[in-house]
């Protein structure tokens, strides 16, 4: 083989890959959707197929990243299939240290099966996690941080559940709602930050030509 055919061969490898990974994220993206529309079952059933795609994918179009198999366990959690959420939940925390959406919810699911001093560990984990990133991104990413949680409100809602998680008599169904919704708005804001940057580009772009 010549060079000519070696370098023919490596760019029909990587558009290959190139359009294998644009639809995993599609499968992610529509799961997504399912997921924050309250269909679990579809949210399942796309995160699945982008698992099997793709084990190593994470969401990278986002500034909160997150693994597939933190989807994946999401969508189960969301249908009553708490063992295997734990099951994708455990694979995406040794996958993915950095994801602290895996951890929420992995705590959440070890809760649920009565495991409380894990479940509360993990749950808490996950909730630093969170807030730091916030903090960070809202300091370091900008101007695209800018729009994550620009009034403070989700890291309210954390110091408020954590403050539940350190009390002598843990509330645990507040504790787990509180996490559900926190978790549940994480994903919302990726939407909501996007949206409004989207926005604001368009009415600076209207002012300019004005």
Not at 21 to 38: C, P, T, Y
Not at 69 to 94: F, H, M, N, Q
Not at 112 to 124: P, T, V, Y
Request: glycine content about 8%.
């Amino acid at each position: 083989m010549n060079r000519v055919h070696v370098m023919l061969f490596l760019l029909l490898l990587s558009l290959t890959a190139a359009c294998a990974n644009v639809q995993v994220a599609g499968q992610v993206a529509s799961g997504r959707e399912a997921l924050l529309q309250e269909n679990p079952k579809l949210a399942l059933a796309r995160f699945r197929t982008a698992a099997e795609m793709d084990p190593d994918f994470y969401l990278n179009w986002s500034l909160l990243q997150q693994g597939v198999w933190t989807y994946v366990g999401r969508a189960y959690y969301a249908t009553g299939d708490i063992g295997e959420a734990r099951k994708a939940l455990e694979k995406a925390t040794s996958r993915y240290s950095w994801d602290n959406m895996a951890k929420l919810y992995l705590g959440l699911v070890l809760l649920r099966e009565n495991d409380r001093a894990r479940g509360l560990k993990e749950m808490d984990a996950g909730l630093v996690g969170l807030y730091d990133w916030l903090n960070y991104v809202n300091l370091w990413q900008r101007p695209d941080g800018d729009y994550w949680d620009p009034g403070g409100y989700i890291r309210v809602n954390i110091d408020r559940t954590r403050a539940l998680i350190q009390a002598k008599d843990t509330p645990m169904p507040e504790v787990i709602a509180a996490g559900e919704y926190i978790g549940w708005r994480m994903e919302k804001e990726i939407d909501l930050a996007r949206s409004q940057q989207q926005r604001n580009r368009i009415d600076s772009a209207v002012r300019d030509f004005d």
